[in-house]
């Protein structure tokens, strides 16, 4: 079955550094490798997603990722971050073979100004 | 276009009752996702419809079910409520059920008391 590890819990990074989210995924197949947010009081949003083509994926505001195959890793990066990138994210992988979609349990990321 | 949108966004339930909850995906959007977001399991995927038939299912009781409809929109129903069920219920549309992102509404808050 499919599967979605984020290994930390919560990310804490000073304001105009780095930011780096971990993903590692597990699946029969294929995947499709998908970057969720979760703003304070609002809903779910996309940011980004691997389909197939370029490893190194970019999306909405300013974050990338880079799907990486024999590491089955699909980490979400922010050159810089922002206060307001604090936030819970979600990694999630669909199955191309069975279709199974699944999600990581989220990292709360704080941004400390 | 118009987001998805949930209904009821609160309810409170005592156990043993039941309680139907409602989702009107976006328009044109044929492929309708459930999931149960808590504090202490984070967000786990009930099932997904994509024209009218359950095309995955996630590792919950049966008293969790739910429907789409021809026109999309979908219900999900919790029957013999627990105390446990208490969670923020998030449906989520897509164009399909392959590599498109999911398109998450504001969930409904179910108190179970």
């Known amino acids: 079955a499919q599967s979605v590890a984020q290994p930390e819990d919560q990310v804490n990074v000073a304001e105009g550094n780095p930011l780096t989210v971990k993903c590692t995924y597990s699946v029969s197949g294929n995947p499709y490798l998908f970057w969720y947010v979760q703003y304070p009081n609002r809903g779910l949003q996309f940011l980004l997603k691997?389909?197939?083509?370029?490893?190194l994926v970019k999306g909405s505001y300013g974050f990338e990722a880079e799907f990486n195959k024999s590491q089955t890793s699909f980490h979400l990066k922010k050159p810089s971050a922002l206060v307001s990138d604090s936030a819970l994210y979600f990694c999630a992988v669909r199955d191309r073979g069975n279709n199974r979609l699944a999600f990581g349990k989220g990292n709360q990321v704080v941004v400390i100004p | 276009k118009a987001g998805v949108t949930q209904t009821p966004r609160y309810l409170i339930k005592t156990r043993g009752q039941q309680v139907t909850l409602s989702c009107s995906p976006i328009?044109?959007?044929?492929?309708v996702s459930w999931y149960q977001q808590t504090p202490g399991q984070g967000l786990q995927f009930l099932f997904e419809?994509?024209?009218?038939?359950?095309?995955n299912k996630g590792n919950f009781p049966g008293r969790f079910s739910g429907r789409q409809f021809s026109n999309s929109r979908s219900e999900m129903n919790v029957s013999t409520l627990e105390l446990g069920d208490s969670a923020l219920y998030l449906c989520a549309s897509s164009l399909t059920d392959g590599s498109n992102e999911q398109f998450f509404g504001p969930g409904t808050r179910l108190t179970v008391l």
């Open positions: 691997y389909i197939t083509g370029d490893n």
């Open positions: 419809y994509f024209s009218e038939t359950q095309r």
């Open positions: 328009s044109g959007h044929r492929s």
